[in-house]
T-cell receptor, first 114, second 115 residues
Framework: KQEVTQIPAALSVPEGENLVLNCSFTDSAIYNLQWFRQDPGKGLTSLLLIQSSQREQTSGRLNASLDKSSGRSTLYIAASQPGDSATYLCAATNYGGSQGNLIFGKGTKLSVKP | DAGVTQSPTHLIKTRGQHVTLRCSPISGHKSVSWYQQVLGQGPQFIFQYYEKEERGRGNFPDRFSARQFPNYSSELNVNALLLGDSALYLC??????????????FGPGTRLTVL
């Protein structure tokens, strides 16, 4: 059974700092891994999707990496801004079972201080 | 193009009642999934529908049911509501399941409060 873990649960950094959010998963048989952002009480905004055959994806100040052999993904945020404050969730899509459904971690709550 | 839409935005019900939540996927998307997110947790998978057929079901009781219509919109029904059903219910759409390109796009959610 796939389990996704995100550490730390919360992170506070000063504006301008580069930071890394971590995501680990127990079953490497994944289709892809997706990173989301969630603002309080809102839905999820897709940030990046990394296919299982890829090592990383980039969008603006965001870079996500995937290492299936170690069961890890990281989300790198460059030059953080107060507007980046939100909860960041990673989710894996597995082969087999209920194919296509996302298995989420509990998220990392990021606070960027001006 | 409109994103995923959900209705209603908020809902307050009492224990034992029934509720219906609605979702319209992004135009062209044929797969719809439902997730439950309780406070402080990541979303939990409830159902996935593709081409009007159930393709997956999470670990939820039979009080939860869903269906997908010919226009690919979907309804989630919950019977005999319990206090523990209070959560944000999220709908996600994608082109198709079982794909390396299965990027899922989420709606704003329906906040259900059971009193």
């Amino acid at each position: 059974k796939q389990e996704v873990t995100q550490i730390p649960a919360a992170l506070s950094v000063p504006e301008g700092e580069n930071l890394v959010l971590n995501c680990s998963f127990t079953d490497s048989a994944i289709y892809n891994l997706q990173w989301f952002r969630q603002d309080p009480g809102k839905g999820l905004t897709s940030l990046l999707l990394i296919q299982s055959s890829q090592r990383e994806q980039t969008s603006g100040r965001l870079n996500a990496s995937l290492d299936k052999s170690s069961g890890r993904s990281t989300l790198y945020i460059a030059a953080s801004q107060p507007g980046d404050s939100a909860t960041y969730l990673c989710a894996a899509t597995n082969y087999g079972g209920s194919q296509g459904n996302l298995i989420f971690g509990k998220g990392t709550k990021l606070s960027v201080k001006p | 193009d409109a994103g995923v839409t959900q209705s209603p935005t908020h809902l307050i019900k009492t224990r034992g009642q029934h509720v219906t939540l609605r979702c319209s996927p992004i135009s062209g998307h044929k797969s719809v999934s439902w997730y439950q997110q309780v406070l402080g947790q990541g979303p939990q998978f409830i159902f996935q529908y593709y081409e009007k057929e159930e393709r997956g079901r999470g670990n939820f009781p039979d009080r939860f049911s869903a269906r997908q219509f010919p226009n690919y919109s979907s309804e989630l029904n919950v019977n005999a509501l319990l206090l523990g059903d209070s959560a944000l219910y999220l709908c996600a759409s994608s082109l198709m399941p079982e794909s390396f390109y299965n990027e899922q796009f989420f709606g704003p959610g329906t906040r259900l409060t059971v009193l």
